[in-house]
């Protein structure tokens, strides 16, 4: 993997953070009086990747693409089906109640709702003070308020927040105090599920800087999932396409954007409307509705909307396979400027 | 926001802060006003009742003893504005009954301030205890969820197929006759309504973000619940059991009324009530006034209910 | 088109709309003199973060403002009438007719216990007389899709008073009808979208529909809220290229609110960018791209994260939104603006052409 060093302003290196093995999470459909299952809604089905220590890996996806279970079932807030997940070497969905809570002190989620993920009957000091007292980090309340403050002004607020309620602040301002709790106990990791996406763009912008910061300051790994294509190229080092509960696509940042590998990666980038009035693209878009993960098509889930889908498309399932410093789950090379494929992947 | 800033000592002041903008909401409020000043002069009046009227008058001659200790003697009211149907008898003493005596010749108004703290504080006690029982159970069963949850809403349905009044009979018949026992039927009857309610707003509240944010954080079930679902999930409660006061008030007194009353001679409305039972149209105050005063007091939580409903409803809040 | 526009009068034409709201808090101050010409046939994309105002204008177009609003000074002038003296009936019939607005959120407007057929349909009966016409007119053999139901609109017939149509007849009428604008916005299978409920289609399904029902009423005036912002990036890309293809057969004027720049771009022609209660630079969308000359404009477009030309941190704009209740006095931007001077501060800017089709509200722009 290359590295990054400063283009996105953190640095990378090669020791694996976090790694996850064909991880599956499903969930069971009940119908009828005793509630039988008669079926499951595939939200992550088979995804393997894993994080550097120091990088920022985007995960992108529509509706459907079941990226935000994928964040949740690292903080185990959902239980997957089958899979591994190792954090520093500790298998998280097999670990015990005491190692899980080792586990979460160094890995921490930030919402996507500022307004909901907060207790309104909280103060910001209630809020911060308890995330130090559930994992034993200070010692003494003083220690604690101390502390508190500090970390506010490293998010951009300052000491006099402390006593006032969630609802006195703007979005932008909740969505800091979810930050500060998240750091309170000093995490390595942070699984960013949509940080930015209620909040309006000068006020992004102003969070999305702080992220950056913290990540040098703290030398923090993110792993950022979001819908929104310019904030993950502006955040990530490298991308992970999710369509249908799979990782359809995983490359440098520029690479996914310039030069994808994937179909719908393609459709993805060619859908991004661009600030710039100038840039008319004929586009060609991509035709039909997001699909259910309830009715999964057979072979490759995304051969229904594939202009270039084959019979093996139908058949067969691609697998996530390396090609020119790219993960890329097709069976074909396509060129998508000429529009026609151009070459088989190798077996 | 960031230009209203005053800065605040500490938490305590923070919450001070959060009740004076509830107190200004109900300020605004027309009924809740009314509702609360006459609740505000019950309870008063409920403070003071025994200050104001001996509690001696309650038993007069002749009473540590058995259960009808003196005779019956019907008196009739000296008001001569209240002029009753023919064989009327004016009794021509010296004192005034304002609303008339009943049938042991106690000054009806006397009574009724006397009745007034004993229904309150009976009322009081099982609202809390109704609540707290229902409450407790509702969480923790909303929770929990699985059989839990299926347990308890199943032992809620047996007592909601029930009418309240009966089930509330059949315990007072078995657990006998004193006022202790007819609150403790009470509050057997009213916990369901609680935990219902409870167990439905904490269903909602567990899916909310903050929950998993709190999960994501590591706290443990019993913090989350505790501390931050129940004071979430805790306003309709209030609510409910703001309003029910009237109810309990009136299921009480109708117990007392229908016969499990341990001496006709305490004060309390309902007993008041169940006096003038047989003399509707003869002496009509006996039951009125005491049942009046118990419709007055109900009425007044009632509309200090409703007021909170309107205040503490988050939507219009936040 | 700068050159047409001098001669053109302007569909809607907003001046100086003052507009508050009571709360429990104080005065909320929305609106503080917003100024917008809406030209016919144009794409208008008014441009703005939360609490700018954008959608408290849309709900005093159509009339749809809350109890707790009332209008301080202003006119809305809609091809030369008043809105703001119109009665509640008046501004019913002009929903019906004139203007259309579509929303956010498709799940919320539409009732999930009745069948889309249903919904659509009691949309499109409103217009019975039309639904007469044309019925009367494809009876003497004319074909009657959606295209020729439009341009009846514009023709005035008194002839058909008296001719009785029956109500089956209508009803089938407006069936066809109903399935040629679905057809018309892309929706596959329409008979069999009819008979659905609004849970069983998907969000760019319901906003299709949506935008039918908008459609059905013919109106001269189409108002989008934000309908694209909860939407899948596909989706939405499908749903601005559907946009952009009636616009070339249904001649509307369209005023597209949206916070997002780059969908403003992909769509309008001219652009209106408002912050606290003010429309603070109108111009046509590569102006505004290529010259911005209000320092809100500029410092909004450089925080936005440009994937053509990245950069390693945003521009972020420092300070908070105003707050309505005591916004600032003067110019509303004022406390955030590099530029800012003393006469910022006492006096606010108006609304002036800078440049032919370019207008700023900007003391530093005179």
Same mark, same amino acid.
């Given at each position: 993997?290359?590295?990054?060093?400063?283009?996105?302003?953190?640095?990378?290196?090669?020791?694996?953070?976090?790694?996850?093995?064909?991880?599956?999470?499903?969930?069971?459909?009940?119908?009828?009086?005793?509630?039988?299952?008669?079926?499951?809604?595939?939200?992550?089905?088979?995804?393997?990747?894993?994080?550097?220590?120091?990088?920022?890996?985007?995960?992108?996806?529509?509706?459907?693409?079941?990226?935000?279970?994928?964040?949740?079932?690292?903080?185990?807030?959902?239980?997957?089906?089958?899979?591994?997940?190792?954090?520093?070497?500790?298998?998280?969905?097999?670990?015990?109640?005491?190692?899980?809570?080792?586990?979460?002190?160094?890995?921490?989620?930030?919402?996507?709702?500022?307004?909901?993920?907060?207790?309104?009957?909280?103060?910001?000091?209630?809020?911060?003070?308890?995330?130090?007292?559930?994992?034993?980090?200070?010692?003494?309340?003083?220690?604690?308020?101390?502390?508190?403050?500090?970390?506010?002004?490293?998010?951009?607020?300052?000491?006099?927040?402390?006593?006032?309620?969630?609802?006195?602040?703007?979005?932008?301002?909740?969505?800091?105090?979810?930050?500060?709790?998240?750091?309170?106990?000093?995490?390595?990791?942070?699984?960013?599920?949509?940080?930015?996406?209620?909040?309006?763009?000068?006020?992004?912008?102003?969070?999305?800087?702080?992220?950056?910061?913290?990540?040098?300051?703290?030398?923090?790994?993110?792993?950022?999932?979001?819908?929104?294509?310019?904030?993950?190229?502006?955040?990530?080092?490298?991308?992970?396409?999710?369509?249908?509960?799979?990782?359809?696509?995983?490359?440098?940042?520029?690479?996914?954007?310039?030069?994808?590998?994937?179909?719908?990666?393609?459709?993805?980038?060619?859908?991004?409307?661009?600030?710039?009035?100038?840039?008319?693209?004929?586009?060609?878009?991509?035709?039909?509705?997001?699909?259910?993960?309830?009715?999964?098509?057979?072979?490759?889930?995304?051969?229904?909307?594939?202009?270039?889908?084959?019979?093996?498309?139908?058949?067969?399932?691609?697998?996530?396979?390396?090609?020119?410093?790219?993960?890329?789950?097709?069976?074909?090379?396509?060129?998508?400027?000429?529009?026609?494929?151009?070459?088989?992947?190798?077996? | 926001?960031?230009?209203?800033?005053?800065?605040?000592?500490?938490?305590?002041?923070?919450?001070?802060?959060?009740?004076?903008?509830?107190?200004?909401?109900?300020?605004?409020?027309?009924?809740?006003?009314?509702?609360?000043?006459?609740?505000?002069?019950?309870?008063?009046?409920?403070?003071?009742?025994?200050?104001?009227?001996?509690?001696?008058?309650?038993?007069?001659?002749?009473?540590?003893?058995?259960?009808?200790?003196?005779?019956?003697?019907?008196?009739?009211?000296?008001?001569?504005?209240?002029?009753?149907?023919?064989?009327?008898?004016?009794?021509?003493?010296?004192?005034?009954?304002?609303?008339?005596?009943?049938?042991?010749?106690?000054?009806?108004?006397?009574?009724?301030?006397?009745?007034?703290?004993?229904?309150?504080?009976?009322?009081?006690?099982?609202?809390?205890?109704?609540?707290?029982?229902?409450?407790?159970?509702?969480?923790?069963?909303?929770?929990? =969820?699985?059989?839990?949850?299926? &347990?308890?809403? @199943?032992?809620?349905?047996?007592?909601?197929? /029930? %009418?309240? +009044? *009966?089930? #509330?009979?059949?315990?007072?018949?078995?657990?006998?006759?004193?006022?202790?026992?007819?609150?403790?039927?009470?509050?057997?009857?009213?916990?369901?309504?609680?935990?219902?309610?409870?167990?439905?707003?904490?269903?909602?509240?567990?899916?909310?973000?903050?929950?998993?944010?709190?999960?994501?954080? =590591?706290?443990?079930?019993?913090? &989350?619940?505790? @501390?931050?679902?129940?004071?979430?999930?805790? /306003? %309709?409660? +209030? *609510?409910? #059991?703001?309003?029910?006061?009237?109810?309990?008030?009136?299921?009480?007194?109708?117990?007392?009324?229908?016969?499990?009353?341990?001496?006709?001679?305490?004060?309390?409305?309902?007993?008041?009530?169940?006096?003038?039972?047989?003399?509707?149209?003869?002496?009509?105050?006996?039951?009125?006034?005491? =049942?009046?005063?118990?419709?007055? &007091?109900?009425?007044?939580?009632?509309?200090?209910?409703?007021?909170?409903?309107?205040?503490?409803?988050?939507?219009?809040?936040? | 088109?700068?050159?047409?526009?001098?001669?053109?009068?302007?569909?809607?034409?907003?001046?100086?709309?003052?507009?508050?709201?009571?709360?429990?808090?104080?005065?909320?101050?929305?609106?503080?003199?917003?100024?917008?010409?809406?030209?016919?046939?144009?794409?208008?994309?008014?441009?703005?973060?939360?609490?700018?105002?954008?959608?408290?204008?849309?709900?005093?177009?159509?009339?749809?403002?809350?109890?707790?609003?009332?209008?301080?000074?202003?006119?809305?002038?809609?091809?030369?009438?008043?809105?703001?003296?119109?009665?509640?009936?008046?501004?019913?019939?002009?929903?019906?007719?004139?203007?259309?607005?579509?929303?956010?959120?498709?799940?919320?407007?539409?009732?999930?216990?009745?069948?889309?057929?249903?919904?659509?349909?009691?949309?499109?009966?409103?217009?019975?007389?039309?639904?007469?016409?044309?019925?009367?007119?494809?009876?003497?053999?004319?074909?009657?899709?959606?295209?020729?139901?439009?341009?009846?609109?514009?023709?005035?017939?008194?002839?058909?008073?008296?001719?009785?149509?029956?109500?089956?007849?209508?009803?089938?009428?407006?069936?066809?009808?109903?399935?040629?604008?679905?057809?018309?916005?892309?929706?596959?299978?329409?008979?069999?979208?009819?008979?659905?409920?609004?849970?069983?289609?998907?969000?760019?399904?319901?906003?299709?529909?949506?935008?039918?029902?908008?459609?059905?009423?013919?109106?001269?005036?189409?108002?989008?809220?934000?309908?694209?912002?909860?939407?899948?990036?596909?989706?939405?890309?499908?749903?601005?290229?559907?946009?952009?293809?009636?616009?070339?057969?249904?001649?509307?004027?369209?005023?597209?609110?949206?916070?997002?720049?780059?969908?403003?771009?992909?769509?309008?022609?001219?652009?209106?960018?408002?912050?606290?209660?003010?429309?603070?630079?109108?111009?046509?969308?590569?102006?505004?791209?290529?010259?911005?000359?209000?320092?809100?404009?500029?410092?909004?477009?450089?925080?936005?994260?440009?994937?053509?030309?990245?950069?390693?941190?945003?521009?972020?704009?420092?300070?908070?939104?105003?707050?309505?209740?005591?916004?600032?006095?003067?110019?509303?931007?004022?406390?955030?603006?590099?530029?800012?001077?003393?006469?910022?501060?006492?006096?606010?800017?108006?609304?002036?052409?800078?440049?032919?089709?370019?207008?700023?509200?900007?003391?530093?722009?005179?």
């Amino acid at each position: 993997m290359k590295l990054h060093a400063t283009y996105a302003g953190n640095r990378v290196s090669n020791e694996e953070l976090l790694k996850v093995k064909d991880l599956k999470v499903w969930f069971p459909i009940k119908s009828g009086v005793i509630q039988r299952t008669i079926g499951h809604v595939k939200a992550v089905d088979g995804v393997t990747f894993n994080v550097l220590k120091g990088e920022t890996l985007g995960i992108v996806g529509e509706s459907g693409s079941g990226k935000t279970t994928m964040g949740k079932s690292i903080l185990r807030l959902v239980k997957p089906i089958s899979g591994e997940i190792y954090f520093e070497g500790i298998n998280i969905i097999k670990a015990s109640r005491s190692e899980m809570k080792k586990v979460r002190r160094r890995v921490q989620m930030i919402f996507q709702d500022p307004y909901a993920s907060l207790d309104p009957r909280q103060t910001v000091s209630s809020i911060l003070y308890e995330a130090m007292k559930i994992h034993g980090v200070v010692k003494s309340k003083a220690e604690a308020m101390e502390k508190a403050v500090q970390l506010l002004e490293t998010v951009g607020l300052s000491e006099e927040h402390l006593y006032r309620f969630p609802h006195e602040f703007s979005g932008g301002q909740r969505q800091r105090i979810g930050i500060a709790r998240a750091l309170a106990v000093n995490p390595t990791f942070l699984v960013l599920d949509e940080p930015t996406s209620f909040l309006d763009v000068s006020v992004q912008a102003s969070v999305l800087n702080l992220l950056k910061d913290l990540q040098r300051q703290f030398g923090l790994t993110y792993l950022f999932i979001t819908h929104n294509l310019a904030v993950v190229h502006h955040m990530s080092n490298r991308v992970a396409v999710m369509y249908l509960g799979k990782i359809v696509e995983i490359a440098d940042k520029d690479d996914i954007y310039h030069d994808p590998k994937h179909p719908y990666t393609f459709q993805l980038m060619e859908a991004i409307p661009l600030p710039d009035p100038d840039v008319k693209k004929e586009r060609v878009l991509l035709e039909g509705d997001v699909p259910s993960p309830i009715n999964i098509p057979p072979g490759c889930r995304f051969h229904p909307r594939c202009k270039y889908a084959t019979q093996k498309c139908r058949r067969e399932e691609p697998q996530l396979m390396a090609r020119n410093g790219c993960l890329v789950a097709c069976h074909y090379e396509i060129d998508f400027s000429a529009g026609k494929i151009v070459g088989e992947a190798a077996a | 926001m960031s230009q209203q800033v005053k800065a605040r000592k500490g938490e305590w002041e923070a919450r001070l802060a959060d009740i004076k903008y509830s107190l200004y909401l109900l300020r605004k409020n027309p009924l809740v006003i009314a509702g609360t000043v006459i609740a505000a002069f019950f309870i008063i009046l409920a403070l003071l009742a025994n200050v104001i009227v001996d509690p001696k008058l309650a038993y007069p001659e002749g009473y540590p003893g058995g259960m009808y200790p003196f005779e019956r003697k019907y008196v009739w009211n000296a008001n001569h504005f209240l002029q009753w149907g023919p064989g009327v008898a004016l009794y021509k003493g010296p004192e005034f009954f304002p609303l008339g005596t009943d049938s042991y010749g106690r000054d009806l108004l006397k009574m009724i301030i006397l009745a007034i703290p004993v229904d309150l504080y009976f009322a009081t006690i099982i609202t809390i205890t109704a609540a707290a029982l229902g409450t407790f159970i509702g969480a923790v069963a909303g929770y929990a =969820g699985g059989i839990v949850d299926e &347990i308890v809403l @199943r032992i809620t349905d047996v007592f909601f197929a /029930f %009418p309240a +009044l *009966v089930l #509330a009979l059949v315990f007072a018949s078995i657990l006998g006759r004193s006022l202790e026992t007819l609150a403790l039927a009470i509050v057997l009857v009213w916990w369901p309504p609680y935990t219902r309610l409870m167990r439905g707003q904490v269903l909602s509240e567990k899916e909310k973000p903050y929950v998993e944010a709190l999960k994501a954080l =590591g706290a443990s079930n019993l913090r &989350i619940l505790f @501390r931050h679902i129940i004071p979430n999930a805790i /306003f %309709p409660i +209030l *609510v409910q #059991a703001t309003m029910d006061f009237g109810g309990v008030i009136l299921t009480f007194s109708a117990l007392m009324f229908l016969g499990f009353s341990p001496s006709p001679a305490i004060p309390e409305l309902g007993n008041l009530a169940a006096d003038g039972y047989g003399h509707i149209f003869d002496a009509p105050w006996v039951i009125l006034f005491p =049942g009046l005063t118990m419709l007055i &007091i109900s009425l007044a939580f009632n509309l200090v209910g409703d007021g909170l409903r309107d205040v503490l409803d988050p939507r219009l809040r936040r | 088109m700068t050159k047409k526009q001098n001669k053109i009068q302007p569909i809607l034409e907003i001046k100086n709309l003052k507009l508050n709201f009571h709360t429990y808090m104080g005065e909320v101050k929305a609106l503080n003199g917003v100024d917008l010409k809406l030209y016919p046939e144009e794409v208008l994309a008014i441009v703005g973060e939360s609490g700018c105002g954008k959608s408290v204008t849309a709900l005093a177009i159509t009339g749809l403002l809350p109890e707790n609003a009332y209008i301080i000074e202003g006119e809305i002038l809609f091809k030369g009438e008043d809105l703001l003296k119109k009665s509640k009936e008046e501004m019913r019939k002009f929903r019906m007719t004139e203007c259309a607005i579509v929303f956010q959120d498709p799940a919320t407007y539409l009732n999930p216990v009745l069948k889309m057929e249903t919904q659509l349909k009691e949309v499109i009966l409103l217009h019975k007389e039309a639904l007469k016409k044309a019925v009367i007119a494809e009876e003497e053999g004319k074909r009657i899709g959606y295209e020729e139901f439009l341009a009846m609109k514009t023709i005035k017939d008194n002839q058909t008073k008296n001719y009785k149509v029956s109500r089956k007849k209508i009803d089938k009428m407006a069936e066809k009808l109903i399935i040629d604008i679905l057809k018309l916005v892309k929706l596959p299978d329409p008979e069999r979208i009819l008979k659905s409920y609004p849970h069983e289609l998907s969000g760019g399904m319901k906003q299709r529909a949506m935008i039918a029902m908008a459609l059905a009423r013919r109106p001269s005036m189409f108002l989008a809220d934000e309908i694209t912002t909860a939407l899948d990036v596909t989706i939405q890309a499908q749903i601005l290229y559907l946009l952009k293809e009636l616009r070339k057969k249904i001649a509307t004027s369209t005023l597209m609110i949206t916070h997002d720049l780059s969908v403003a771009a992909e769509i309008a022609d001219r652009i209106a960018i408002m912050y606290g209660g003010n429309v603070v630079e109108v111009a046509s969308t590569r102006t505004i791209f290529r010259e911005p000359l209000h320092p809100y404009t500029q410092l909004l477009l450089r925080a936005i994260p440009n994937i053509l030309n990245p950069t390693e941190r945003l521009e972020s704009i420092p300070g908070t939104v105003p707050e309505m209740i005591n916004p600032p006095p003067g110019c509303r931007f004022n406390p955030r603006c590099p530029f800012a001077m003393d006469v910022c501060v006492t006096k606010k800017p108006e609304l002036k052409e800078v440049k032919k089709g370019h207008e700023v509200a900007c003391h530093l722009c005179w």
